[in-house]
């Protein structure tokens, strides 16, 4: 019976020493558990962040208010951020408690200096290229470069381009009209080109030798125009009718395209006109090639103050 109660000691003392005292198997374990509890607390509260962040993408999308529809971009970029930061905090947390449970507190000279060690090895490897992610990050956030939903290009990577679906403090996720996903470092990004509302205007000035025939050859070219979402934004307008003089006629078109679909007014629109005029029985109607020219109100207004013409 003494011998048996022996053992029983025994196997509860080893017991004990394996999961209290310092030994590889209690190390190994501790540290998967880290592991799990990093990696699925962090998800968890990730994907509670991002499902608040599509909900106010989608009344962003829906809205007709242009201002609110910033607001909103803004409050999902936040979020968007919010979600690398707090993951960022629960990964330091399990790392910090997990750092206490398996080290050796009892040498403090020993702790000190292993954490030392530590801290600068981490340190040198990547917390130097981390901070000069986030400094950029939080400067270009700070002085808000763009927001989710933007179509930006990145300087001076000349192939970078798309609608921005991701921002934080280390890096920016960018998804490109042919649908490839781009992830930048914060760093690397120089200068960022930011595309009003995702759109860019195309004007086509077109000279005619009367108003009637004109608005008939235009009509029939805008009622081929694709439109949808990587097309057209809606179908080309007619902006301005203006007599220039005896048989000449001026039309101002206007179509918005969004970046990397231009060549659908540059080209396209152009083309079918001229091919439309030259199949039409009888005189040419146009009389001048067609003018394709970029406008926005917002630009105009600046070079309006930047270019003076001395009219004398």
Same mark, same amino acid.
């Given at each position: 019976?003494?011998?048996?109660?022996?053992?029983?000691?025994?196997?509860?003392?080893?017991?004990?020493?394996?999961?209290?005292?310092?030994?590889?198997?209690?190390?190994?374990?501790?540290?998967?558990?880290?592991?799990?509890?990093?990696?699925?607390?962090?998800?968890?509260?990730?994907?509670?962040?991002?499902?608040?962040?599509?909900?106010?993408?989608?009344?962003?999308?829906?809205?007709?208010?242009?201002?609110?529809?910033?607001?909103?971009?803004?409050?999902?970029?936040?979020?968007? *951020?919010?979600?690398? %930061?707090?993951?960022?905090?629960?990964? @330091? =947390?399990?790392?910090?408690?997990? $750092?206490?449970? +398996?080290? !050796?507190?009892?040498?403090?000279?020993?702790?000190?200096?292993?954490?030392?060690?530590?801290?600068?090895?981490?340190?040198?490897?990547? *917390?130097?290229?981390? %901070?000069?992610?986030?400094?950029?990050? @939080? =400067?270009?956030?700070?002085?808000? $470069?763009?927001? +989710?939903? !933007?179509?930006?290009?990145?300087?001076?990577?000349?192939?970078?381009?798309?609608?921005?679906?991701?921002?934080?403090?280390?890096?920016?996720?960018?998804?490109? %009209?042919?649908?490839?996903?781009?992830?930048?470092?914060?760093?690397?990004?120089?200068?960022?080109? +930011?595309?009003?509302?995702?759109?860019?205007?195309?004007?086509?000035?077109?000279?005619?030798?009367?108003?009637?025939?004109?608005?008939?050859?235009?009509?029939?070219?805008?009622?081929?125009?694709?439109?949808?979402?990587?097309?057209?934004?809606?179908?080309?307008?007619?902006?301005?009718?203006?007599?220039?003089?005896?048989?000449?006629?001026?039309?101002?078109?206007?179509?918005?395209?969004?970046?990397?679909?231009?060549?659908?007014?540059?080209?396209?629109?152009?083309?079918?006109?001229?091919?439309?005029?030259?199949?039409?029985?009888?005189?040419?109607?146009?009389?001048?090639?067609?003018?394709?020219?970029?406008?926005?109100?917002?630009?105009?207004?600046?070079?309006?103050?930047?270019?003076?013409?001395?009219?004398?």
């Amino acid at each position: 019976m003494q011998d048996l109660d022996k053992l029983l000691d025994t196997v509860t003392q080893e017991i004990q020493h394996l999961f209290t005292g310092s030994n590889p198997l209690r190390t190994t374990v501790i540290i998967l558990l880290a592991f799990v509890v990093a990696y699925w607390g962090s998800r968890f509260v990730a994907r509670a962040i991002v499902r608040i962040a599509q909900k106010i993408a989608v009344r962003s999308d829906n809205t007709d208010n242009e201002e609110r529809s910033i607001r909103l971009r803004r409050v999902e970029t936040y979020l968007s *951020i919010l979600t690398a %930061l707090v993951r960022a905090v629960i990964v @330091a =947390v399990v790392v910090y408690y997990t $750092w206490l449970l +398996v080290s !050796d507190k009892s040498n403090t000279t020993a702790f000190a200096l292993g954490a030392s060690a530590f801290f600068f090895a981490i340190a040198g490897a990547t *917390i130097g290229m981390v %901070l000069r992610d986030v400094t950029a990050g @939080a =400067v270009m956030i700070i002085e808000k $470069w763009f927001h +989710v939903g !933007d179509y930006i290009r990145v300087e001076p990577f000349l192939d970078v381009n798309g609608v921005v679906e991701r921002v934080n403090l280390r890096s920016t996720k960018i998804r490109n %009209l042919n649908g490839e996903v781009i992830w930048m470092h914060n760093q690397h990004m120089m200068a960022v080109k +930011v595309t009003p509302r995702g759109l860019r205007t195309i004007a086509v000035d077109i000279f005619t030798s009367s108003k009637e025939t004109g608005q008939d050859l235009i009509g029939k070219v805008i009622s081929t125009m694709p439109v949808g979402t990587v097309k057209l934004a809606k179908k080309p307008e007619i902006i301005r009718t203006e007599k220039w003089g005896d048989n000449l006629w001026l039309f101002t078109v206007h179509g918005k395209t969004p970046p990397g679909r231009e060549w659908l007014m540059e080209n396209y629109f152009v083309d079918s006109l001229k091919d439309l005029d030259e199949r039409t029985k009888g005189p040419d109607i146009m009389v001048r090639p067609p003018i394709v020219r970029y406008t926005d109100a917002a630009a105009e207004r600046s070079f309006k103050r930047a270019v003076r013409i001395n009219q004398k």
